[in-house]
């Protein structure tokens, strides 16, 4: 398939290998410190041969695992853009290029027992955005289908040491403040947004936060994947210059391998579509 994204692209992330790389170690170190793929009360109610949707699904990582896992579910994996589709799925994903800010084609709608969102915060979620790709994704899902959505909470992300002896850091937290400066309200009012918008459409609604660094072995990746994706952000749009961001770089390689690392909470918010539904 011929790549597809919108041009202009609203996106501020790249859409290169690099970025596919670190979409995968940012896969794996949330579902290590999440402890699930899918949250435990919804695998005890998704039907043996279950229907389920990853939306704004980048290069449907976290789809593919699920196949693998549920082999006798059919998924389907929405983006705005298919430049990081695989080259190839199983039999049991589909990829399908559609704007989770619109309402989905008709054929998917009241389809899917499941519908699974992570990371959207980073696609400039305004705070009406929030409720409109809630009611999108409802759409899709049958009565009594479940969300499972996680975000990040940008607000409180400070810069600590791993090793003890690492007092002076160089880089690291001028990027984090420079990062949260340019997401601004957003940074810290995702995750309240989007527990507002599940709470007014759904049921059974609960809230799991999770540090970053809740597993030790886990900081310096979660570090250096995180890095990786503020680096080719600012490349964008920090407005720093060439000079400025190879500082930054080499100034951010030297924090990590020194022991520093940022934390926040990722909130995974679950729900269900209300029984009674006619959406
Ligand atoms: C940070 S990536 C996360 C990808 C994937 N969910 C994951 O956790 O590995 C965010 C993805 O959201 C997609 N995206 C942004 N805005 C979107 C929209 N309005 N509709 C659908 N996808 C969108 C981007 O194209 C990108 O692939």
């Known amino acids: 398939m011929a790549n597809s994204s919108p041009d202009p692209d609203p996106y501020p992330l790249a859409r290169d290998k690099k970025e596919s790389d670190r979409l995968r170690e940012q896969h794996d170190i949330s579902i290590q410190n999440a402890g699930y793929l899918i949250f435990p009360a919804i695998v005890d109610r998704l039907p043996s041969h279950a229907r389920i949707a990853d939306v704004a699904a980048g290069t449907g990582v976290w789809a593919m695992d699920v196949a693998k896992s549920l082999p006798n579910a059919q998924l389907v994996a929405f983006?705005?853009?298919?430049?990081?589709?695989?080259?190839?799925?199983?039999?049991?994903?589909?990829?399908?290029?559609?704007?989770?800010?619109?309402?989905?084609?008709?054929?998917?709608?009241?389809?899917?027992?499941?519908?699974?969102?992570?990371?959207?915060?980073?696609?400039?979620?305004?705070?009406?955005?929030?409720?409109?790709?809630?009611?999108?994704?409802l759409q899709l899902l049958k009565p009594g289908g479940s969300v499972q959505w996680f975000e990040g909470d940008f607000g409180n992300v400070p810069c600590l040491r791993n090793n003890p002896e690492y007092m002076r850091f160089t880089a690291l937290p001028k990027l984090l403040e420079k990062f949260r400066s340019v997401m601004g309200d957003r940074a810290t009012t995702g995750p309240g947004n989007l527990v507002k918008a599940a709470s007014a459409r759904l049921e059974n609604v609960e809230v799991d936060v999770f540090p970053t660094d809740?597993?030790?072995?886990?900081?310096?990746?979660?570090?250096?994947?995180?890095?990786?994706?503020?680096?080719?952000?600012?490349?964008?749009?920090?407005?720093?210059?060439?000079?400025?961001?190879?500082?930054?770089?080499?100034?951010?390689?030297?924090?990590?391998?020194n022991g520093a690392y940022h934390r926040g909470d990722i909130y995974c918010v679950t729900g269900q579509k209300p029984h009674a539904s006619t959406e």
């Open 79 to 137: 983006d705005l853009s298919s430049a990081q589709f695989p080259p190839s799925a199983p039999d049991n994903v589909q990829f399908v290029v559609t704007n989770a800010k619109q309402p989905f084609p008709d054929a998917y709608h009241g389809s899917f027992d499941l519908v699974h969102i992570r990371a959207l915060i980073a696609a400039m979620m305004s705070p009406e955005d929030w409720e409109v790709v809630m009611c999108n994704i």
């Open 214 to 257: 809740r597993l030790p072995e886990m900081r310096a990746r979660w570090a250096r994947q995180a890095a990786i994706a503020m680096l080719a952000w600012a490349e964008k749009s920090s407005g720093w210059s060439a000079e400025e961001l190879a500082q930054m770089k080499s100034g951010v390689q030297v924090d990590i391998d």
